[in-house]
């Protein structure tokens, strides 16, 4: 019984210096620019997360140790873990926001669906890069929403597209059977009215096999209709533990690997090396560099992985996954530095930030002079275009690494814009009274 | 000695019935009152009120309102979380077509919906009793979160398939979506809970709480003397599930702003389950230790490392809390399985016999 009286005050105790903590979280000091990640590496999803975790710390901490920072201002990084989980990921928000934050990265299209309305009211800008809401790449009505590269429409268009110039040409299509396997959230169904609108538009059939978030490791009734419908080719919208899954099961009823194309986010190392030999030719999108062969990168390897600053795993620098973590804090950093010149000042805020995003204008020559030429395809925001539909590649797997199979391909842009356009008038009026822009556009 | 109620005479019918009939009852719910409507508001921080308090609160209803069906009327349920989506759906509808109706009202309102589905599904617990019908409550929770994914119209054929909370006023202030302050969430949120209970509380010591009672220790002696089975427990089932529609309406308006049909998925009814058999059976304040116990023990500990000092990377503080709450339900549970209700009554026990235990 002393034990017992002990334990429980020894949890009380925790509890109350923890409320206490909770009570007395204060300001960030003056003289940094914090952001924070909000990052999983535990939980289903993991798998996918740790490897963007990674790249995201690993890059903005190298520009610490380098260069002190962006502009000669530091920047303060804290991590709080998500688990995939939307109300985590609320909770890491109301958690962070008070302490300056500059920018969110929520890495799932679930927690920035609930940010989404939060970002105009704290003043702090979204910026899901390459997921989320599609329509937030209609500037004048989500001004704090940035998805630049790229969309899901837009990554959904470049699949199509690619198909048909498997098939020689988009005339071909029709009469195909198109299969879109994808994680049965948010995240998974983003892309379906555009998929619906080219099918009707090339005559293709789309065919949809849905995978519960609860049930992702197991798909074998999912692929057992896939086998018998036997769809010319196979699209896949898979996060965390659901890609290597499907891999694996493709693989197992021998589905053409050539013809099952992933989205960017299915495009994980760990993914396709999940499927073994029988995983060789599989594809994925990616807009972010592939390999390890980078300057930036060595200069990560030195500042940062090897004086032991970070938890990764020297191997995995370079990894489809890692990169794009990078290409996240790349985004941040410059976004920081264009802000910096926009407002003269050199500890922004979240405003400051979100003049710094939209003029953000990340070209060849930029890129090469950050050590990364050929790491992305040069970018650039505009006050009306927030995602910037920029081109992506097709990457194979060849049984031990990804390589780049196609050229940059560029997305249906006048397929896509105006179903933006609708989407984001569909949002504003479903959650009428949408705020009006009154954000001026940066010059 | 602290808690000592002899010399507390009443002289009347009324004051005997009174629903805390003890002084020190009396000055300890004024005071637990006086800090949640008063001091809280004060000194609370944003996050402590949107992160600790309200989904604390909006647990604890969901918490009585399970314990209502398996603390008093002995029917074990899994359906909890599909139950509470019901009522989040229904708020959720109502205020689309509805837009111009008072919010609180459109969420005491989808209560209703979500008493009429756990109606229906309490039907069998007629012939079902015990662990059988904790599977057919489950077969609620999987068809429920199935409607919630493949029926459009429920939440308006968003093309992300989560309900987004639109902008409401109540008396000129903003009470849901973004631009909703805290502290109105709070005291929201707050204002129902307390209501609920307090009806609660009445409703439980008066004659349909006990029949409910009559029900969960023996049927047939029920039966004998009069109470009707089925109306008593699919009134139990109904109330319950009002209840719980209510918290559920609560956690998408006033405190996640957007939810997702996983966000009332099963993990969300056991969660409630453990909240009632934590905090411990038949018991209303233990609703709210429960709810304190598994939603706030976990918050404060994450923030415990840094206040000491230590840098510890954010998923092993995660791994960390995780694997100490844990042990701590388990230990618990090991040293009193009646709950944390149970507890407090032998400290209040202590405390009357103080300074000479017997």
């Keep these: 019984m002393r034990n017992f009286k002990q334990l429980a005050l020894g949890t009380a105790v925790a509890a109350g210096v923890g409320l206490t903590g909770i009570l007395s979280t204060a300001a960030q000091a003056q003289d940094t620019n914090y952001v924070p990640l909000l990052t999983y590496r535990t939980g289903p999803y993991a798998g996918s997360g740790i490897p963007i975790a990674n790249g995201m710390h690993d890059y903005l901490a190298m520009l610490n140790e380098r260069d002190g920072g962006v502009g000669g201002v530091k920047i303060a990084i804290e991590e709080c873990e998500t688990g995939y989980n939307a109300q985590k990921g609320v909770e890491c928000y109301e958690a962070t926001k008070g302490k300056g934050a500059l920018v969110y990265n929520p890495y799932s299209t679930g927690i920035t669906l609930q940010l989404i309305p939060k970002a105009g009211v704290d003043k702090i800008p979204v910026l899901s890069m390459g997921y989320g809401l599609s329509a937030a790449a209609v500037g004048e009505t989500f001004p704090w929403i940035f998805n630049v590269p790229d969309t899901y429409w837009d990554g959904a268009s470049v699949i199509i597209k690619y198909i048909g110039e498997q098939e020689g040409g988009l005339e071909n299509l029709k009469g195909k059977k198109i299969g879109y396997i994808f994680l049965d959230a948010g995240y998974g169904r983003e892309p379906i009215p555009l998929l619906e609108k080219l099918a009707e538009k090339y005559g293709f059939e789309l065919m949809q096999y849905p995978v519960p978030g609860a049930e992702m490791q197991n798909q074998s009734s999912q692929w057992l209709n896939v086998r018998r419908d036997r769809p010319d080719y196979m699209v896949m919208w898979g996060w965390g533990a659901m890609s290597p899954t499907a891999i694996k099961e493709a693989v197992k009823i021998r589905y053409p690997m050539d013809k099952f194309i992933g989205v960017w986010w299915s495009a994980g190392d760990d993914d396709a090396a999940a499927g073994g030999e029988g995983a060789k030719g599989y594809k994925a999108l990616n807009f972010s560099g592939v390999g390890g062969d980078f300057p930036a990168l060595n200069d990560i390897r030195k500042h940062v992985i090897e004086t032991g600053n970070s938890s990764t795993d020297a191997a995995s620098v370079g990894s489809t996954l890692y990169n794009r973590g990078v290409l996240n804090s790349v985004i941040i950093a410059e976004a920081i530095r264009t802000a910096q010149e926009k407002t003269g000042k050199k500890v922004i805020t979240g405003e400051d930030m979100r003049i710094g995003l939209e003029a953000l204008n990340l070209d060849e020559a930029r890129l090469e002079e950050l050590g990364l030429k050929g790491f992305a395809h040069p970018m650039k925001v505009t006050c009306e275009d927030h995602g910037g539909s920029n081109p992506v590649f097709v990457q194979e797997w060849d049984g031990k690494q990804w390589r780049q199979a196609s050229d940059w391909i560029e997305p249906m842009t006048d397929e896509v814009r105006p179903l933006l356009e609708a989407a984001a008038k569909d949002y504003a009026e479903k959650n009428a009274p949408w705020p009006k822009r009154t954000e001026p556009c940066p010059d | ?358």
């Design chain 2, 1 to 358: 000695m602290f808690y000592r109620e002899a010399g507390q005479f009443k002289t009347s019918y009324q004051a005997d019935q009174a629903l805390f009939p003890i002084l020190q009852d009396r000055i300890g719910m004024v005071v637990i009152l006086a800090i949640a409507f008063v001091a809280i508001p004060l000194l609370a921080n944003d996050f402590f009120l949107t992160s600790i308090m309200i989904p604390f609160l909006i647990f604890a209803l969901a918490a009585i309102g399970l314990n209502i069906l398996t603390g008093f009327c002995g029917q074990l349920s899994l359906g909890t979380g599909a139950f509470m989506g019901v009522g989040a759906y229904a708020a959720y509808k109502l205020t689309s077509i509805f837009p111009d109706a008072n919010i609180i009202l459109m969420v005491l309102l989808s209560g209703v919906f979500s008493a009429a589905i756990g109606a229906v599904f309490g039907l069998p617990s007629l012939r079902i009793k015990g662990l059988y019908l904790a599977v057919t409550t489950l077969a609620a929770q999987f068809f429920l979160e199935w409607c919630f994914i493949r029926i459009p119209w429920l939440y308006n054929y968003n093309a992300s398939g989560a309900i987004e909370v639109p902008r409401r006023e109540v008396f000129g202030l903003v009470a849901s979506g973004a631009e909703a302050t805290p502290i109105v969430r709070y005291f929201i949120v707050l204002g129902i809970t307390v209501l609920i209970t307090w009806l609660m509380a009445n409703v439980l010591r008066g004659r349909i709480g006990r029949s409910w009672m009559m029900i969960r220790d023996m049927d047939i002696a029920a039966e004998l003397m009069g109470i009707r089975p089925l109306r008593t427990k699919l009134m139990a089932f109904a109330v319950s599930s009002y209840i719980c529609g209510v918290a559920g309406a609560m956690m998408v308006f006033f405190w996640l702003n957007a939810a997702e049909p996983s966000s009332y998925s099963i993990r969300l009814s056991f969660q409630i389950l453990f909240m009632v058999i934590l905090g411990g059976l038949g018991s209303l304040g233990g609703a709210f230790l429960g709810a304190a116990f598994i939603w706030i023990l976990p918050v404060a500990l994450k923030f415990v490392p840094g206040l000491l000092g230590m840098d510890i990377a954010a998923e092993t503080v995660e791994h960390a809390t995780f694997m100490t709450v844990g042990a701590l339900i388990i230990f618990f549970l090991i040293v009193e399985p009646h709950g944390f209700a149970r507890l407090w009554q032998i400290a209040k026990q202590k405390l009357r016999v103080w300074p000479f235990p017997y």
